[in-house]
């Protein structure tokens, strides 16, 4: 499957495009974001279970986000019972099922990595009587964490663009991972772009928050207005993985027709 190559810019561009999605329907959106928000609250609630039902049920809600921004780029409004749609055909639920269990796998495989090589300056964060030092623990974390978060950016990359190329197009996992890290890449500087825009924003975000508290105004309250915005920004982060799918893959390999909205009656 041919991707096409970008230039840098393409990065900003999805991230615009992204927002013009959101404002055609932003209460969808607004609601899906709020959803998926909730879904991912839940997930820490229940330790360790929690988080890999989240790992495996990625693949699958980023489909769902980019059937609604199909619904959406063609003019259709989201209806509530359009959001299960994507995931009625059970091959394409299994598939899908299948790609999170390999993501789960590749995660737990970058950080088994990335720790193995720390194990001796880890242990030395624990004294012979069993207690952990706080401070020589966090010390000895960076290298760990600095190494899984190298690994994991190409693990992003292998299955940024899989869920589509599974859902849509019916690709065999192991093509959709190396299509995926081919696209990217190919468009390495363009994804550069769109990961250093979003840090920036998200950012500035926060910095806007910590100006207010620092006007006297109380954390708690702060924390109630930046809630919807970041509702917002978020939901305008899953929009934006549409156009990035669309302008690599989209112009030789359009996805399926749209399949008509349904009352829902």
Same mark, same amino acid.
């Given at each position: ?11 900003? @561009? ?13 209460m ?108 020589a ?20 990359a ?28 190919? @468009? ?16 500035a ?11 006297g ?25 549409y ?8 112009? @030789? ?13």
């Amino acid at each position: 499957m041919q991707a096409a190559i970008l230039p840098i810019t393409a990065g900003w @561009n999805w991230i615009l495009d992204g927002f013009r999605l959101f404002k055609r329907q932003p209460m969808a959106m607004f609601f899906w974001s709020l959803l998926t928000g909730f879904l991912i609250t839940v997930s820490y609630l229940v330790p360790l279970f929690g988080q890999i039902a989240l790992i495996i049920s990625t693949p699958l809600l980023t489909f769902v986000t980019l059937s609604a921004c199909r619904h959406i780029a063609a003019g259709r409004p989201m209806l509530l019972s359009m959001w299960a749609e994507p995931l009625r055909d059970r091959q394409t639920r299994r598939r899908l099922l299948g790609l999170g269990l390999a993501y789960m796998g590749f995660c737990l495989a970058a950080g088994f990595i990335a720790t193995l090589p720390f194990m001796d300056t880890l242990m030395t964060a624990i004294d012979a009587d069993g207690e952990i030092n706080p401070n020589a623990l966090f010390s000895a974390m960076q290298g760990p964490l600095i190494t899984f978060g190298l690994l994991y950016v190409l693990i992003s990359a292998l299955f940024w663009h899989a869920p589509a190329l599974i859902g849509w197009h019916g690709i065999k996992m192991s093509q959709a991972l190396f299509f995926s890290m081919v696209a990217c890449w190919r @468009n390495k500087w363009a994804f550069l772009a769109y990961g250093t825009s979003w840090a920036a924003i998200f950012f500035a975000v926060q910095m806007i928050g910590t100006f207010i508290a620092g006007l006297g105004v109380s954390p708690s309250f702060v924390q109630i207005m930046l809630t919807p915005v970041n509702i917002i920004v978020a939901a305008v982060l899953y929009c934006s993985f549409y156009p990035a799918y669309i302008s690599v893959f989209g112009a @030789n390999y359009p996805s399926p027709e749209v399949p008509p909205a349904t009352s829902g009656r």
